[in-house]
């Protein structure tokens, strides 16, 4: 099976398609297999390499486990599990790090990443700040220390 004929494809071959995905532990179904195909339909194409099927697979599986990463991540620091780290929680975090830090510095890690002023830091504003800094640091302590995702992540 090199291509996947648009026209011609019917429910018995996506299926099959799901089931070899499956197989290769990339956690797919029949109906978004369809749906990556009427995407494709819609902007032009007739056909696709089940090549570029797979790697559209695996990209959506790398994107669902980073999201993950990243939920379970803010879970470390949403110690009541309310949605929210406040800078109580951040401040346990940190020191479980090592980091024994002032009032002044957690509220400024804090102002770093709230958005909406609400003196805590949601989900959101949780990925914005991983988002903005990349893979180098989370939050700047000081002018010369910073903890970084990867030590968060260890936590």
Same mark, same amino acid.
């Given at each position: 099976m090199s291509n996947i004929a648009f026209a011609d494809v019917k429910f018995e071959q996506i299926e099959e398609i799901a089931n070899f995905l499956i197989g290769m532990g990339i956690e797919t179904s029949e109906f978004e297999i369809m749906a990556i195909i009427e995407e494709y339909e819609v902007e032009g194409y007739t056909e696709m390499e089940f090549n570029e099927l797979i790697q559209i697979? *695996?990209?959506?599986? +790398?994107?669902?486990?980073? %999201?993950?990463? *990243?939920?379970?991540?803010?879970? &470390?620091?949403?110690?009541?599990?309310? %949605?929210? *780290?406040?800078?109580?929680?951040? +401040? #346990?975090?940190? &020191? #479980?790090?090592?980091?024994?830090? #002032?009032d002044e510095v957690i509220d400024e890690m804090i102002d770093e990443a709230d958005m909406n002023g609400d003196n805590q830091i949601d989900f959101f504003e949780f990925v914005k700040i991983l988002s903005v800094e990349d893979d180098i640091t989370l939050f700047t302590i000081n002018s010369t220390q910073y903890v970084t995702k990867k030590e968060i992540s260890s936590f």
């Open positions: 697979m *695996i990209e959506k599986v +790398r994107k669902v486990n980073e %999201g993950k990463a *990243i939920y379970d991540m803010f879970q &470390l620091f949403d110690k009541d599990g309310n %949605g929210y *780290i406040t800078p109580e929680e951040l +401040r #346990s975090v940190m &020191l #479980s790090l090592g980091e024994n830090l #002032s």
